[in-house]
């Protein structure tokens, strides 16, 4: 096992620079926020090479940047002198290779189950049949907030899968609200970014409102990807823009009136994602009344009787 030492110093400053959370580190490193803690401490100077190399990706350096300089040098043995041995007959060669032969026979064996492990390992690694699907609303009104999902499925159900999610958010989009939430470093002016384990089918959301005139259209664009996934990552697909006008974005037809399967939509959608509100009360409200209406005046929803 290939082990390196690390300065727990240098760890510790660039994750703080960064505004990164030791929780992002063990996730990212796949190990326990103890041991991040223990390594910034030098508790565990030294750590597994593979450990070392993930550990530097997630804090976007190389890996010569966070090791400790090692000066160490390596022992030099003296040698003793031997006795030179008589050289060898025909008959002594002949007598070791019979000697030798069941340990080369089990070493070719040995040999043999490597390899075929080996390709194997290589060539069966799981290839997680991702699906990642937007669900954003066809319409919402300036300045007010909407959902919006990003669904993923075909992921095991018997084990955790590492995904990292990318989503861009529209100009001057306002977020309102994040779920599950995001790990220090994890939310900018113009992203949102999820590293997450995940079992089977998975939910991530979050709340926005976009500015912007009647007829406007504002996109959206991400990625997901799991470990398994090399090259680029592929991009979320589903809903990709919303059109801004002065309808409710539980009003599917924009008839001004909420139907009773518009609100049974909401409620299968997006009343289970926890940390998620949708301002359920308002729209229960629109649906038990004969209607609203926009008021471009006073740039609220007014609720007809």
């Not at 002198?81 to 070493?107: E, V």
């Amino acid at each position: 096992m290939s082990m390196m030492k690390v300065d727990g110093s240098k760890i510790k400053r660039l994750r703080e620079e960064q505004g990164l959370t030791q929780f992002y580190l063990a996730t990212a490193v796949h190990v326990t926020t103890d041991t991040i803690s223990r390594w910034e401490n030098k508790r565990y100077p030294s750590i597994k090479k593979e450990n070392g190399i993930k550990l530097a990706e997630a804090l976007n350096v190389h890996l010569e940047d966070i090791l400790e300089k090692d000066e160490a040098v390596a022992p030099h043995f003296s040698q003793v002198p031997t006795i030179a041995d008589p050289p060898p007959t025909a008959g002594d060669h002949n007598s070791r290779f019979k000697k030798l032969r069941p340990l080369l026979f089990l070493s070719l064996i040995l040999f043999c189950i490597v390899v075929a492990f080996t390709w194997y390992s290589l060539n069966s690694s799981l290839e997680v049949p991702l699906t990642a699907e937007r669900n954003a609303p066809e319409h919402c009104i300036a300045g007010q907030p909407f959902p919006v999902m990003i669904r993923i499925t075909g992921t095991p159900e018997d084990k955790q899968t590492a995904i990292i999610i990318r989503e861009n958010l529209p100009a001057n989009a306002t977020v309102i609200k994040i779920s599950p939430e995001v790990a220090g470093g994890g939310r900018k002016k113009d992203m949102i970014k999820w590293l997450k384990k995940i079992t089977g089918t998975t939910t991530f959301a979050y709340v926005i409102s976009v500015p912007g005139a009647e007829d406007d259209k504002v996109g959206f664009y991400g990625t997901a990807a799991v470990s398994s996934d090399s090259g680029s990552p592929p991009a979320i697909g589903g809903s990709s823009t919303t059109s801004i006008g002065h309808y409710h974005w539980a009003d599917v037809d924009k008839d001004n009136t909420i139907s009773d399967s518009e609100i049974l939509a909401v409620h299968d959608r997006y009343n289970e994602i926890a940390g998620i509100d949708v301002d359920i009360a308002t729209i229960e409200k629109i649906w038990l009344s004969s209607g609203y209406k926009w008021n471009n005046i006073t740039h609220s929803l007014e609720i007809l009787k």
